[in-house]
């Protein structure tokens, strides 16, 4: 059973940064497409980046592009999203997700497992 930690969420000031963790466990992850989503209160989820575990292409959304970055520690089974300069609009709760083949897709409906989120709060 695929399991998926994040950690790493708090409390920050505009303009600065936030590092969101990911551990995985449970399968081998070679395979795997990884991503970052996050849910503002009274909005949809929304996708934010993503990266392919075994040759690390990621893709991001344009509102984070720039800002973010996906990174993966395969020896560590983990996942970072590494957040810059961030925005009082980027409050939201998180999530991992994995994917069990190796596209980098968007779209929520094309992840399988989800982690249960952290909290990212910007104050303006």
């Known amino acids: 059973q695929v399991q998926l930690v994040e950690s790493g969420g708090g409390l920050v000031q505009a303009g600065g940064s936030l590092r969101l963790s990911c551990t995985a466990s449970?399968?081998?992850?070679?395979?795997?497409?990884m991503g970052w989503f996050r849910q503002a209160p009274g909005k949809e989820r929304e996708f934010g980046a993503a990266i392919n575990w075994g040759d690390g292409r990621t893709t991001y959304a344009d509102s984070v592009k720039g800002r973010f970055t996906i990174s993966r520690d395969n020896a560590k089974n983990t996942v970072y999203l590494q957040m810059n300069s961030l925005k009082p609009e980027d409050t939201a709760v998180y999530y991992c997700?994995?994917?069990?083949?190796?596209?980098?897709?968007?779209?929520?409906?094309?992840?399988?497992?989800w982690g249960q989120g952290t909290q990212v709060t910007v104050a303006s």
């Open positions: 997700a994995a994917r069990v083949t190796p596209v980098l897709l968007i779209i929520q409906s094309g992840y399988n497992y």
């Open positions: 449970g399968r081998t992850f070679s395979s795997y497409a």
